[in-house]
């Protein structure tokens, strides 16, 4: 029987079938951070257990870390014993950690694919729901909960039942301003929150094989915003360029073999998915969010939609979004007042992503209302950016670069919109809350986020920056 992308990694990795339940799936890379990972460390701590196969692990501090002056001991007290903690249990069991000012540091799911720990055909797992980014590369990649981290240190092993398979298909070219992170909150507003649900998800077309790899990434990291279990897009020759000399993928010799292996890892031309979805490419704008999910996407030329336009089933929550964003059905975007720009998390905080907002904003000023706030995802992010004179062009448009962390994506440490206040965010989520409490987040691409800075307000990308 002809297979798909998904079932030949998850069958080759399947340890054991338990009948009418779930499978054990080996795990080839296990990725930890200070928020979720501590927990599991003291549970084997407390039995006595020791981490299975602590060189297939890798540790990083980012999530509740601060973003300005790192080099000085941790204030928060939260933050402060969740690295130490971290830090502790790193020691005692022999794994891998990339702390703060290690020049590895960052935030995980940008760490793992440009250092070259994220493969192909690999099963990755994190404790952390975007761990789906790592689908980019045609690998296995899902978040799990602390109970699981503790399972996988333990075992190197996890219990899960077999997803469904979905294909998103995406031909034809992408118009001018039109970023990869349009073409997926285009999709999840069509296929909405829900919608992939017990599926994991192939995204192919031509559309998506003409992304970067960045590109991939973010669209491979919002597919859990549809509900699904991970996104994947099978390796291509974009993929080998990209791993080619980085520090712990396969060298010499040992690389050509393995780029023959990663060859085969395609879905075949008669398998066979349990749902399908296809898309016009010439159909998808710049988008951006109106309401508290993902979901609630228009294009940036378009409106609200009305209450008659959406499923009965969705009536209370789109009024219920529209009353905490401070918006009307029908309301049009373009012209409303924005507070602030966050640009940063593992959706949009890659160098090609500052590159972007560099190149839309050099010789501009940012607006006077805006205050922004530019994350790099990591340390060699930031280190990019300072070689290429990025951090100088955004510092004479008013901008400045912080620290590599995963800031105001999730406010966890002292980045947080104000209460009130307008936010468009690269980041995933726009859940109440999810940016401080009572902020307010429109979600778009760097290319909006950047036009928006230098206008003060919702405008179209493509009129600001001379697309």
Known sequence: MSKTLFDKIWDSHVVKHIANGPDVLYIDKHL????????????????????????????????????????????????????DKLTEYCEKFGVTLYGLNHPYQGIVHVIGPQLGHTQPGMTIVCGDSHTSTHGAFGAIAFGIGTSEVEMVLATQCIMQPKPKRMKISVDGDLTSGVTAKDVVLYIISKVSTSGGTGYFIEFTGSAIRSLSMEGRMTVCNMSIEMGARGGMIAPDEKTFAYLKGKEFAPQGDDFNKAVENWRQLHTEPDALFDKEYNFDAADIEPMITYGTNPGMGVKITGRIPSIGEVKDSERNSLEQSLTYMGFQAEDELIGKSVDYVFVGSCTNGRIEDLREVARAVKGKRKADNITAWIVPGSKQVEEQANKEGITKILEEAGFKLRQPGCSACLAMNEDKIPAGKYAVSTSNRNFEGRQGPGARTMLASPLTAAAVAISGKIVDPRDVVGL
């Open 32 to 83: 930890v951070h200070e928020v979720t990972s501590p927990q599991a460390f003291a549970g084997l701590e407390k039995r006595g257990i020791k981490v299975s196969r602590p060189q297939n692990t890798i540790a990083t501090a980012d999530h509740n870390v601060p973003t300005i002056d790192q080099h000085l001991p941790i204030k928060d007290q939260l933050s402060k014993f969740q690295v």
